[in-house]
């Protein structure tokens, strides 16, 4: 296994590893039938910061990537990912039911956010700051690689001098990820009880967590 750079002959491949590990670690297509508007969420990264971008790559394969934003401070991306989500509202009524239903409800729960009326709105990430996006396909998993392009992010981000990132995760009650960002040195800065996946596990008491890591201190 090799972690390297981003090309942008990765992009379908990386589009492809989004929609597989896009419904907390397993496949959107439970949840939608093509993967149209699902990439949209990450043209920022692909377009305007491909060089904070790191993959896994085994046999000529890309198994896992890395998004970084190394400064979230104009909140560029986040702007774009509210745009996305208008549009692909509109766009999915072009599409089948499922997809339909899928957007109806992200625009729902934006909505809910933005207006002050969920508990996502308490959620707090450290101000000027770095953040990141990890997801490994489920044969790369568990065998230290997605340390290894942590670390690999973490030597690029201290050499841009950036000083603190974050990374939002879901944490889930049975399958929790959580041991993987406090083993790699990261701490709670904040979380919330989310309700983004009610429709889909209506059973289950997800939250919204804020890893961050002081770079300045390893
Ligand atoms: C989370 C993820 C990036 C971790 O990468 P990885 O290569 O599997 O993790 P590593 O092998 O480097 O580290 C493994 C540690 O993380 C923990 N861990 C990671 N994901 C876990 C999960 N879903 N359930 C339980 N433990 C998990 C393990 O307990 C292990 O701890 P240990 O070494 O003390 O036993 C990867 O498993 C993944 O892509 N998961 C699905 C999507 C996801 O959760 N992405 C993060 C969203 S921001």
């Given at each position: 296994m090799l972690v390297r750079k981003y090309r942008t002959s990765d992009r379908k491949q990386v589009e492809d590893i989004h929609f597989e590990t896009g419904f907390l670690?397993?496949?959107m297509s439970r949840l939608l039938s093509n993967n149209l508007l699902w990439k949209k969420n990450i043209t920022?990264?692909?377009e305007k910061e491909s060089e904070s971008i790191f993959v896994l790559e085994n046999k000529n394969k890309v198994v896992g990537y890395l998004f970084g934003c190394l400064n979230d401070a104009n909140n560029n991306e986040t702007r774009s990912f509210v745009l996305h989500t208008l549009k692909n509202l509109m766009l999915?009524?072009?599409l089948p039911r499922k997809d339909?239903?899928?957007w109806r409800n992200q625009f729902m729960t934006l909505l809910h956010t933005l207006t002050g009326n969920s508990e996502e709105m308490n959620f707090k990430t450290p101000k000027n700051a770095g953040h990141i996006h990890i997801n490994l396909l489920p044969l790369a998993r568990g065998r230290n690689l997605g340390t290894k392009l942590l670390k690999?992010?973490?030597n690029y981000a201290k050499k841009k001098r950036i000083k603190l990132i974050h990374a939002d995760s879901?944490?889930?009650p049975k399958?929790?990820?959580a041991q993987f960002w406090l083993k790699n040195g990261f701490t709670v800065?904040?979380?919330v009880k989310t309700s983004i996946w009610k429709n889909q596990l209506p059973d289950e008491q997800i939250d919204l967590v804020c890893y961050a890591k002081n770079l300045t201190l390893s």
């Open positions: 670690g397993s496949s920022y990264y692909l999915s009524l072009f339909k239903v899928f690999e992010f973490e879901f944490r889930r399958k929790s990820n800065y904040s979380e």
